[in-house]
């Protein structure tokens, strides 16, 4: 395999350990007797929530309208009744509300046959609407609203439509599955957004620790019809963050401050193509997604489809509950996941994974002066300089860490893990970047 590329810039290659789940085939996950649907599950101002305790709602329903053009519907996962409106904390620490359902009735798609939609006639306009109507938000962490992403600015065009197959943090294998299983649903998706976005150029971005979806997807591309490249990539992390992909498909860097579309790309998740394909083809709003249930301190490790809303402790219980006492549960990757202490927290469309860690896996050790090695510079993909910027964050000199990039930081982790002293410098960069925006919203 000939030319494989990476970003030039940072980086490092933790233990992948993909081995542990990859060869888990996607399955459904048990329905829960009752789910918490949190009316924020995107970037962008909170949904109105439609709901009121005691009404009905069916599968797909609607319970939260976005406010906002950047902000995403929320839609019932399953049929029930409205036990409460309650208030929870979401694995990044955020507080918003929450519809509680107790599952009753029939499901409208479960179980039923789907006949597909004749897309093709409708314009780009059309498909646009119905992925803001159904809620679809990019599936890779972020969550950004896609309908958002894809309405490109009359002064811009895409050049370059890439699709990133990625998944650089370890354990993950998610989008791994996704690739091999629904292979001819993804070029689908691929289609619906060629005649959205009109690229000249389209790329499929994956890792070569993924060898056969590579060449499944390879072979997809060639009877495809459309100007598709799959492109092999080193095995370095973040590859899958959107800046360094693109630097590492196109070789183009996105200025500071920006966006990819103002080098004429747009990037998007192998997942969030796949719901895209599912919105437009059967008309169905985002209420599930693919989750990677992994780590040493699992019985079962799984590729399960989830209902948005169920919580945590039923995945764990489905794959089989703990081989040990876990040191950590993670919400997400192990390098940009959160972890989280109550197992009711529920799935949302930006759960990737929930990774069971041992302490043979966690390794704490305890925190030291820094040591000025410079390994946190040496890996940041950014190039900034991570422990200049902590202590700018620890004297509450937010405007010169602004000033020296800190905004630029994408919290991809790998400072911290390459530091030698154990010192928390991604989460140093979280609270100077909250501090900042706090300020801002204040003058």
């Known amino acids: 395999m000939s030319n494989i590329r990476s970003f030039p810039k940072g980086g490092l290659h933790p233990p992948g350990r993909k081995h542990i789940s990859a060869s888990s085939a996607i399955r459904n996950a048990l329905l829960p007797s009752l789910c918490k649907v949190p009316l924020t599950q995107h970037i962008g101002a909170p949904c109105e929530c439609l709901v009121a305790p005691g009404d009905e709602v069916k599968e797909g329903m609607l319970l939260g309208k976005s406010k906002g053009f950047i902000s995403a519907n929320i839609h019932s996962p399953m049929p029930g009744v409205v036990k409460s409106l309650d208030e929870l904390y979401l694995p990044n620490g955020s507080r918003c509300q929450a519809v509680t359902i107790e599952s009753v009735g029939e499901f409208d798609r479960l179980g039923k046959r789907q006949e597909p939609v004749d897309w093709s006639g409708l314009s780009s306009k059309d498909l646009l609407e119905k992925i803001a109507l159904l809620g679809i938000v990019g599936l890779g962490g972020a969550a950004f609203p896609t309908h958002v992403k894809f309405s490109i600015p009359r002064d811009k065009k895409v050049y370059t439509f890439v699709v990133n197959g990625v998944e650089c943090e370890p354990y993950l294998t ?12 993804i070029f689908e998706g691929i289609r619906i957004i060629a005649k959205i976005l009109e690229p000249e150029r389209i790329c499929i971005g994956i890792e070569i620790n993924k060898p056969d979806a590579i060449e499944i997807m390879t072979a997809a ?14 095995i370095k992390y973040p590859q899958g963050d959107e800046k360094q992909l693109l630097k590492a498909i196109i070789n183009r860097e996105v200025p500071s401050g920006g966006l990819p ?5 747009v990037v998007s998740n192998i997942g969030t193509v796949f719901a895209i394909y599912e919105a437009v083809v059967f008309e169905k709003p985002l209420i599930e997604r693919i989750v990677t249930v992994t780590g040493g301190g699992i019985k079962n490790p799984s590729n399960l489809k989830v209902r948005i809303g169920t919580p945590i402790q039923n995945l764990l ?6 081989t040990e006492e876990p040191a950590k549960i993670v919400v997400g990757g192990p390098m940009m996941g959160f972890t989280i202490y109550n197992l009711d927290t529920p799935v949302v469309k930006g759960t990737s994974g929930v990774l069971v860690l041992t302490r043979k896996e966690v390794k704490t050790a305890a925190r030291t002066s820094c040591i000025h090695c410079g390994r946190c510079v040496k890996v940041c993909p950014m190039g900034l300089n991570p ?8 004297h509450l000199e937010y405007g010169e860490a602004e000033g020296e990039g800190l905004m630029d930081c994408k919290e991809c982790g790998c400072c911290a893990y390459a530091c030698p002293a154990q010192i928390p410098l991604v989460q140093s960069m979280k609270l100077g970047k909250l501090m900042l925006r706090k300020m801002k919203v204040k003058s």
């Open 387 to 394: 422990t200049r910027l902590a202590k700018q964050i620890d």
């Open 174 to 185: 998610a989008d791994y599955r996704i690739m091999l299983e629904k292979t001819k649903e």
């Open 261 to 265: 579309i103002d080098i004429g790309a």
């Open 317 to 322: 219980d489905e794959c089989g509950g703990f």
């Open 221 to 234: 591309a060639a009877n495809s019809g459309l100007p598709v490249e799959v492109v092999p990539l080193q």
